[in-house]
Nanobody
Framework: QVRLEESGGGSAQAGGSLSLSCVVS????????VGWFQQAPGKEREGVAT???????SYGDFVKDRFYIARDNAKNMVSLQMNLLKPEDAAMYYC?????????????????????WGQGTQVTVSS
């Protein structure tokens, strides 16, 4: 079994920054991709950024050049640095892990490709 626990998040003003962290524990040998997904009220869950074991990453178009994902395999930790925050970035952010090895950059942002999920952490952005 794989478990994910998010931390970070909170509130920021537009233009500000926040950092999220996700610790992956349990049997991580089967995990290839770890990603961050956002879900705002009334909206579908959407891929924000994801990263492969090797460090290859994929980003949603709406966060490119603002958000950065990093992975520390030794610590089983994935972080998301969120800069230049916008009010529309406000959402619940979930960390997720996938056992699918080979995926395209687009496919890696599909929530359905991820089997394990954390409980989520709230991000609020005020204008």
């Amino acid at each position: 079994q794989v478990r994910l626990e998010e931390s970070g998040g909170g509130s920021a003003q537009a233009g500000g920054s926040l950092s999220l962290s996700c610790v992956v524990s349990g049997d991580t040998r089967s995990i290839y991709w770890v990603g961050w997904f956002q879900q705002a009220p009334g909206k579908e869950r959407e891929g924000v950024a994801t990263i492969y074991n090797s460090g290859i990453s994929s980003y949603g178009d709406f966060v490119k050049d603002r958000f950065y994902i990093a992975r520390d395999n030794a610590k089983n930790m994935v972080s998301l640095q969120m800069n230049l925050l916008k009010p529309e970035d406000a959402a619940m952010y979930y960390c997720a892990a996938s056992e699918t090895n080979y995926m395209t950059a687009v496919q890696a942002l599909y929530p359905d490709e991820y089997k394990y999920w954390g409980q989520g952490t709230q991000v609020t952005v005020s204008s």
